[in-house]
């Protein structure tokens, strides 16, 4: 299994642009999140879905856009790059919300917007 | 403020010794805790994780503990190894769905 895979692994983008980070997972996961880190800060929830078709926010959503199509994949949409979505963006799966199901994380992607 | 807060930022120590890091949060209603480590230029990947009503829960050199009462947990690392050098990150989940809440780490190297 290659676990959670995350695409690309680096990105520069200039201010206003859009670009789409892709996240896939083998595990047969139903429970898929996206994080942003940022220096100095624990990891925030932007968006999350608990199953194909079901998405929702999580704590830093504006600015992001996702969509579930299937269970393997989870993309996250940046729609008009700004400067303050510079971060590091990790994707990460769980078999789902209970207690003692593991999340695996991504290798992460780091995004420099301009 | 960050409703969990680690302690030290980070962390020098020798190859061989032990160390202790520190987790209080202010999360309610509690349902678990959670000792990520994470390499550089890489994702978290979980050590430990812990209920209401564990307070001790160990991974081969690693042993965490909790008290829930004063709300604060430990990450105790024995006998340290280079490949210790990483951030470990204490999440804290409420009771109700998702809501985990992650701190911002402690930085631990660790020297020859």
């Known amino acids: 299994n290659a676990g959670v895979t995350q695409t690309p692994k680096f990105q520069v983008l200039k201010t206003g642009q859009s670009m789409t980070l892709q996240c896939a997972q083998d595990m047969n996961h139903e429970y898929m999140s996206w994080y942003r880190q940022d220096p100095g800060m624990g990891l925030r929830l932007i968006h999350y879905?608990?199953?194909?078709?079901?998405?929702d926010q999580g704590e830093v959503p504006n600015g992001y856009n996702v969509s579930r199509s299937t269970t393997e994949d989870f993309p996250l949409r940046l729609l008009s790059a700004a400067p303050s979505q510079t971060s590091v963006y990790f994707c990460?799966?769980?078999?789902?919300?209970?207690?003692?199901?593991?999340?695996?994380f991504g290798p992460g992607t780091r995004l420099t917007v301009l | 403020k960050n409703q969990v807060e680690q302690s030290p930022q980070s962390l020098i120590i020798l190859e061989g010794k032990n160390c202790t890091l520190q987790?209080?949060?202010?999360?309610?209603?509690?349902?678990?805790l959670r000792w990520y480590k994470q390499d550089t230029g890489r994702g978290p990947v979980s050590l430990t994780i812990?209920?209401?009503?564990?307070n001790t829960k160990s991974n081969g050199r690693y042993t965490a503990t909790l008290d829930a009462d004063t709300k604060q947990s430990s990450l105790h690392i024995t006998a340290s190894q280079l490949s210790d050098s990483a951030s470990y990150i204490c999440?804290?989940?409420?009771?109700?769905?998702?809501?985990?809440?992650f701190g911002a780490g402690t930085r631990l190297t660790v020297k020859p």
């Open positions: 812990m209920t209401f009503s564990e």
């Open positions: 987790c209080n949060y202010t999360v309610s209603p509690f349902s678990n």
């Open positions: 879905s608990v199953g194909a078709g079901i998405t």
């Open positions: 990460a799966s769980s078999a789902g919300l209970a207690i003692y199901n593991e999340q695996f």
């Open positions: 999440v804290v989940s409420a009771s109700w769905g998702n809501d985990m809440r």
